[in-house]
């Protein structure tokens, strides 16, 4: 490696670890009854409230490279900023871009995949999120490519729908179910036109896995989507409303896998000669299902006959492995990040968190690399996390991890270390208030038991969040500004993320003050780091948070 790092100008940096702390989930909110965050028992971060340089920091938006300041913020795109310093346009703005410029249209895997179908007679079949939540995928990208392929003449299509609920609200689905029939209903109108929905399930039990944690999740959505095996519905709203009859306040998540057909018979099971689509852009949740239509050794799962298909991803979701192999939108390139540089310099640096969100702390913080940049300097540490659902025990594995960073920490080997706490996002997604409550209270104790260690080593400590999640538990109503209620006139359960910013401590940094930062963001943590390791930001970067 060519890069290397400058001496700070002014700062020689602390003699012992820097470490960030990602509290994944945990925002800066209203202060009211649906802010977890504000009702828990946190006396660490009230006192780094009085006692730390503290700020905040956005993390929706045009800030991590959305399209707009509408859209949430995310755990990919909110590592991506940290680890690499700057904002790149990420998957939503990128696939906007490549279909409101045509370009996806004459891409070699859009036209490949239109060519298989109109010389085999299969189907076109697209699978992914079904939301307009713009985390994983957007349904306006769905419909710009149902519509193009009409266009282009490809007589079948078939929709295999995963029903979101958590980066939208919790049980929106029907929404998109209206919206995704009305468009196929328009199409399949035309003479020679048969668009349908084939199958689906909840994102939580069907097909988006991440991180191995939960390989049958994936075996059901392959057995629907690829098999047409499961309970059977006449039509994709019959499917939630009979779903949601059989247990009352299921969220859309949550819901089964399901197939479309009549009495046996599947409305559209992937077949040889068959082209798929993934439409999800983000590619945590996308590489699993990836590897079973791509991979020929393949031992999570009997995917019994797997038929022969051209597929493609909306993106590619992992560049080292070249998963997959083909895709409609070239992901961003991510270069120049701390963990090259640091690597580069031969710095050893540690990077740790549970299963959830090991890959955030890894492959998003190097700017999507799944290996690190040299083995002999960076330790990867995964604590294997529980496959019991979360609100059940909301405290996670954060003191594990905990326990293992201490470990490492006092070995004296690491300059600089990063670990990502999951409880308040993967809890607040789940809806369920009082669980997310204490998933900010056991972040906060771990919090305070890192402390210690680090500035008795001599370091510093930035403390953080990627995103907002469990500081806004209720849904808001827009117009009024007061909680929607469900019409037993509770308040309607929230779980997506939040546009709110996210908190700021910096501990450590002896002598220094923060700096006037215009809009400081989640891109300037990077900086920041490598001021407290005495060196300085690469030419481009986003400034440091301290004068």
Request: hydrophobic letters at 40%.
């Amino acid at each position: 490696m060519a890069l290397s790092l400058a001496k700070h100008k002014s700062f020689p940096g602390v003699s012992g670890p820097v470490l960030v702390v990602v509290m994944d989930g945990v925002g800066v909110g209203a202060k009211d009854e649906g802010d977890a965050v504000w009702l828990a028992r946190t006396p660490v971060l009230d006192g780094l409230e009085k006692t730390a340089l503290v700020t905040k920091l956005r993390a929706h938006g045009t800030a991590v490279g959305m399209p707009s300041d509408d859209d949430m913020g995310n755990s990919e795109v909110g590592h991506n900023a940290l680890g690499a310093g700057r904002v790149f346009d990420q998957g939503a703005k990128l696939v906007k871009r490549a279909i409101e410029d045509g370009s996806m249209w004459r891409g070699e895997a859009w036209r490949e995949a239109v060519r298989t179908v109109k010389e085999s007679g299969e189907p076109l079949h697209f699978i992914g999120l079904l939301s307009d939540g713009n985390v994983h995928s957007h349904i306006d990208h769905l419909v710009a490519m149902l519509r193009r392929a009409d266009e282009e003449g490809v007589a079948k299509a078939r929709v295999h729908v995963l029903l979101d609920g958590r980066d939208v609200p919790e049980t929106s689905a029907l929404t998109y179910v209206d919206q995704l029939e009305s468009v196929l209903t328009d199409i399949s109108r035309k003479p020679g036109r048969e668009y349908r929905v084939a199958s689906g399930g909840g994102r939580m039990t069907t097909t988006m896995d991440r991180y191995e944690a939960d390989w049958a999740m994936v075996e059901r959505g392959w057995n629907a989507h690829v098999h047409g095996k499961g309970r059977k519905f006449p039509s994709l709203r019959a499917a939630v409303e009979g779903l949601r009859a059989d247990k009352p306040g299921v969220i859309d998540q949550n819901l089964p896998s399901f197939v479309i057909g009549d009495g046996t018979t599947a409305s559209g099971p992937i077949r040889d000669g068959a082209a798929v689509v993934f439409f999800n852009f983000r590619g945590d949740r996308a590489i699993e299902i990836t590897r079973a239509f791509e991979q020929e050794q393949f031992p999570f799962f009997d995917r019994g006959a797997r038929p022969k298909v051209f597929f493609a991803g909306m993106m590619q979701y992992d560049g080292d492995l070249r998963l997959p192999t083909r895709f409609l939108v070239p992901p961003p390139a991510i270069d120049d990040t701390l963990g090259e540089h640091l690597a580069a310099m031969g710095i050893p640096q540690l990077a740790i968190s549970e299963t959830q969100k090991y890959g955030h702390v890894t492959y998003f913080w190097n700017g999507n690399r799944t290996e690190p940049f040299d083995k002999r300097t960076e330790t990867y540490v995964e604590i294997p996390s529980d496959t019991l659902p979360f609100e059940e025990r909301p405290w996670m594995k954060a003191a594990e991890i905990t326990d293992r960073l201490i470990a490492e920490l006092q070995t004296g080997r690491y300059r600089h270390a990063r670990v990502n706490f999951a409880n308040g996002d993967m809890v607040g997604h789940t809806g369920v208030r009082e669980s997310a409550i204490q998933a900010v209270q056991a972040v906060d104790l771990c919090v305070g038991r890192l402390l210690p260690v680090v500035l008795g080593l001599g370091g510093a400590l930035i403390v953080t969040a990627d995103h907002g999640n469990a500081d806004e538990m209720y849904e808001i109503d827009k117009k009024t500004k007061s909680f929607q209620k469900k019409p037993d006139g509770t308040p309607k359960a929230k779980t997506s993320h939040t546009l709110n910013p996210v908190p700021c401590y910096i501990v450590g940094a002896s002598g220094l003050s923060l700096a006037n930062v215009e809009a400081p963001g989640l891109a300037n943590v990077a900086a920041t780091v490598l001021q407290l390791m005495g060196f300085a930001a690469p030419e481009g970067w986003r400034p440091s948070l301290l004068a």
